[in-house]
């Protein structure tokens, strides 16, 4: 055996469209140990609570990752209603669960061509992108914005989706879902993809709960960790949700997972709309939070976010915490790169869906 | 006369970022906006670079990276920063470790604004940039052509008179 050599990996590298440091220590291809270093992302969002006010930070909060942006916001007002014991109308809920789905469509979507971009399949990296921007019409139709929502705030939403929109989204996604059937055929039974991908960065169950992994990449492993099916908020528990999960834990079934839950989503959305409750889509919110503590959860594209505030009866916030779904899996990363060949890194890597923004705040 | 002689090629780079511009800037690389058409190609290579779009307000972990590619692109190059938070530091502006705005840690050429910015936004920014870089290789064009001149002018005579006194010994 030869002598190690150790290959820096980013922070600016062609297949990341985010900077993450890894010192890669190669015994030939192989790799035997992955040493990553973080920090190029970091702003320190979390210290900002105490110079915005706490109605404000919904805002900031949109901002620790524009890919998962919705989420984040409702994360904080979640937490920050929980804080302040306000009761959000029904309406309001099945809206942030529309577009959270919304959001967790285009992400997916822009994982798959992402991923497809690291095995060098160019074209369906095209192809999924050419996807996604329809599910990001639908957005800006509704919204405004096509990453950055800001329809979210403390006490309920800003906007409404009308009956006549509500109609054209479920028929959009109808046409939409034809349309991913043939992205998933094409990814499911396409010899390349399965040769690079199946028995890849294998994660075992045990390892996976061990190491506390969450979302798609727990899921794929076979550990049924969804906070959508939890008492989370949201029009989850009245839509009856079932997490998707796969037994394989490599990055073909990461790659299965992630596309199942496409369907899925297309079809928590239908479902919101047709039982889309009437009412108001706000309450308004009065006073400070109290000098207490919440802490709740949302289950991000990326897997369950960790949301933790402390008010102190001020309009600033005395302390927000963040956990994202990034850093819980950066642990199982570099587990899955140990012993793995040096081409596929890049593959490895991306199936975990890295969103550094997110992990550094 | 134009001075663009080849399509130009950009790399990209998230400078401590909230991540919603650079989805933009790949958003504009696929086929609804499809820069590609133009010949526009993203590179991972700054030596094979001639834009550097870049986003985010730049945090001290970050500082010398962006230098780096900065100074490995070779001569002429633009810097188009994308994004409220590159141009003036936006919503991070107040960070504790941000230095606040890309033009703080490199020249800047073109400023993109909105948060996010729109696909449409970024590409005009870089038909911006395309004019900047004409600029930019025009002077480069013209000191090269002045150095041509002087080559003919002074130097080749003065090595051709020398030549002569030589021969003359
Ligand atoms: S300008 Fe706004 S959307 Fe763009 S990277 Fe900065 S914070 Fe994110």
Same mark, same amino acid.
């Not at chain 1, 922070?11 to 469209?17: D, E, T």
């Not at chain 1, 199946?198 to 960065?201: I, T």
């Given at each position: 055996m030869g002598k190690s050599t150790v290959v820096p990996f980013g922070?600016?590298?062609?297949?990341?469209?985010e900077p993450i440091h890894l010192d890669l220590e190669l015994q030939d291809e192989k790799v035997v140990k992955a040493i990553p270093s973080i920090g190029?992302?970091?702003?320190g969002l979390e210290k900002l609570v105490e110079k915005r006010g706490f109605q404000e930070y919904v805002y900031i909060a949109e901002r620790v990752c524009g890919i998962c942006s919705f989420g984040h916001g409702w994360g904080y007002s979640k937490a920050i209603e929980g804080l302040m014991e306000i009761e959000v109308p029904r309406r309001a809920e099945y809206l942030r669960t529309i577009w959270h789905e919304l959001s967790r469509l285009h992400s997916h979507l822009l994982w798959v061509g992402l991923g497809a971009d690291a095995l060098g399949f160019e074209s369906l990296f095209m192809h999924a992108w050419r996807l996604r921007e329809t599910i990001l019409d639908m957005i800006e139709q509704t919204t405004g914005g096509r990453v950055i929502f800001s329809v979210c705030k403390v006490g309920g939403v800003r906007r409404d989706i009308s009956d006549h929109d509500l109609k054209e989204i479920v028929s959009r996604l109808e046409k939409l879902k034809k349309e991913i059937d043939g992205l998933t055929a094409l990814i499911l039974n396409d010899e390349t993809i399965h040769a690079r991908l199946?028995?890849?960065?294998t994660v075992s169950f045990e390892d996976a709960k061990a190491l506390g992994c969450v979302g798609p990449t727990a899921r794929a492993s076979g550990v049924p960790l969804d906070y959508r099916c939890g008492d989370e908020g949201g029009a989850y528990k009245e839509l009856g949700f079932k997490p998707v999960t796969d037994t394989a834990g490599d990055c073909f079934a990461r790659c299965k997972v992630r596309l199942l839950e496409l369907y899925q989503a297309i079809d928590l959305i239908k479902g919101c709309v047709e039982n889309m409750p009437a009412g108001e889509i706000a309450v308004p919110v009065k006073g400070f939070p109290p000098a207490a503590e919440y802490f709740t959860r949302v289950e991000q594209p990326r897997g369950e976010a960790v949301y933790y505030v402390k008010g102190n009866?001020?309009?600033?916030?005395e302390r927000f915490r963040l956990r994202t779904p990034t850093n819980a899996n950066l642990a199982v990363l570099v587990k899955m790169l140990q012993g793995c060949d040096l081409a596929d890194v890049p593959n490895i890597i991306l199936t975990i869906d890295p969103c550094i923004s997110c992990c550094e705040r | 006369m134009s001075y663009i002689k080849k399509s130009p090629w950009l790399v990209h780079y998230d400078g401590s970022s909230c991540n919603g511009c650079d989805i933009e800037v790949l958003a504009c690389l696929t086929?609804? *906006?499809?820069?590609?058409?133009?010949?526009?190609v993203n590179t991972g290579n700054p030596k094979h670079a001639d834009i550097f779009l870049v986003t985010g307000g730049v945090n001290a972990q970050n500082l010398p990276v962006v230098k780096q590619i900065y100074e490995q692109m070779p001569e002429p190059k633009v810097v188009i920063a994308v994004g409220a938070c590159a141009c003036?530091?936006?919503?991070?502006?107040?960070? *504790?470790n941000m230095i606040g705005g890309m033009d703080k840690a490199i020249p800047v050429d073109v400023y993109v604004p909105g948060c996010a910015a729109r696909p449409e936004a970024i590409i005009d920014g870089v038909v911006k940039g395309l004019a900047v870089l004409e600029e930019k290789q025009k002077a480069v064009a013209v000191l090269a052509e002045r150095a041509e001149e002087e080559r003919e002018t002074v130097l080749e005579p003065t090595v051709a008179m020398h030549k002569q006194q030589e021969a003359k010994k």
């Open positions: 922070p600016q590298h062609p297949v990341l469209p190029y992302i970091h702003r199946k028995g890849v960065g009866k001020t309009k600033n916030l | 086929p609804l *906006y499809d820069v590609e058409r133009f010949g526009i003036t530091g936006g919503v991070f502006h107040d960070c *504790y």
